[in-house]
C-alpha cells in the first residue's frame, strides 16, 4: 500500500460501504458520504500512468463513500491514513462485506476538479464488482458505541486475525479454503489444545447465549456440526450439506463473535466459558 503525503488532510475513496451521513470511526478519521460519482476524467492527469488510469476507471464508478483523514503535521497524516487500511478491514468484518479504499485524493470526491495529487493506494480489484453495503440508522448507532473499542481490540492478535479472516474469506474461489479460514478466526479467539471441537463449541454457546439455556444449547450443536465440516474441509473429507451454505453459516458466526467482542469490549476468557452454567442446568433436564 503506497500512501503520499500532502498537508495535513486528505481522503480515501471507499468501495464496498456507503453511508447516509458523516460518522467519526476514530482518532482523525471520518467516513463520509459522497454526494457526486468518481470524474476520473477529471483527474486523469494527476495519475501515474496507464496502470493507475485503468485502477482509477474500474475502481472510481463503485465508489459509494470516503473517508476524511486529518493530522496536525504531515508525518502523522501518512501514517494515519496508511493504518486506515485496518479501518476498511475492520468495517468489512463487522458489516459483512468488502471495503477498500484503493484511491487517495488531496480533496473530497464532489472537488475532484480542484484537486492536485490523486494517488493509487494498492491495486488490488477487491469491493468493486458487488454492490456497496448501505449503512443504516442502526449501523451507525452501533458504530458510535462500539467501533472504537472493537479498534482498540485490534491491538490484540487474536482479534486482529479473526477480523482479518471475516474480512478477506471472501478472497478465495474454494468453500473448503473459505471454510478453513472462517475457523482460523474462530479458534484464534478461543483457546483449546483438547477435546477441541467440544470445547470450542461450548465456549461459544456461553459466550454468545450467556444465561439463554436454550440458545446456548442450540449454538452449541449448531457449532459442532459446523466445526465438523471445517475439519473435513481442512483434511480433504467429505464434507456433508451445501458448501456455501456451511460457509455462510460459519461466516455469520464469526460476525456474531467478532461484533459480541466489541460490544463486550473484550475477549473470550475460556477460564470463565469452561462451566457454562446456563448450558449445563439445559443439560440436567
Partial sequence: M??????????????????????????????????????????SDLLK?????AVAAVSGRTIASQMRIYASDEEKLVCTAWNAA??????????????MGNIQGDKP??????????????YAFRAILSEPYALTEADLKWIESYYPTAYKLLDKDPFMTAV????????????????????????????ASTEISFRISLYIANFLAGENALEAK??????RRLYSSRSAAVHGGK???????????SAAL????????????????????????????????
Fill in 2 to 43: 503506497e500512501i503520499v503525503r500532502y498537508g495535513t488532510e486528505t481522503y480515501l475513496y471507499i468501495n464496498g460501504l456507503s453511508t447516509p451521513k458523516e460518522i467519526l470511526l476514530h482518532d482523525n478519521i471520518i467516513l463520509a458520504p459522497i454526494f457526486a460519482p468518481f470524474q476520473y476524467g477529471i483527474v
Fill in 49 to 53: 500512468g496507464d496502470m493507475d488510469f
Fill in 86 to 99: 485496518w479501518d476498511c478491514i475492520l468495517l468489512g468484518a463487522i458489516f459483512h462485506c468488502e471495503v
Fill in 109 to 122: 470526491v464532489e472537488q475532484l476538479n480542484e484537486a492536485t495529487c490523486v494517488n493509487v493506494t494498492n
Fill in 164 to 191: 482479518h479472516a471475516m474480512a478477506s474469506y471472501k478472497w478465495h474461489s474454494m468453500p473448503r479454503v473459505q471454510l478453513a479460514i472462517l475457523w482460523s478466526g474462530i479458534e484464534a479467539l478461543f483457546e
Fill in 218 to 223: 442450540d449454538l452449541f450443536e449448531k457449532t
Fill in 239 to 249: 464434507i456433508k450439506g451445501d458448501m456455501d451454505g456451511l460457509v455462510s453459516e
Fill in 254 to 285: 464469526l460476525n456474531r463473535i467478532i461484533r459480541r467482542c466489541a460490544e463486550l469490549g473484550m475477549l473470550p476468557n475460556t477460564q470463565e466459558l469452561v462451566f457454562p452454567s446456563a448450558f449445563l442446568n439445559s443439560a440436567e433436564q
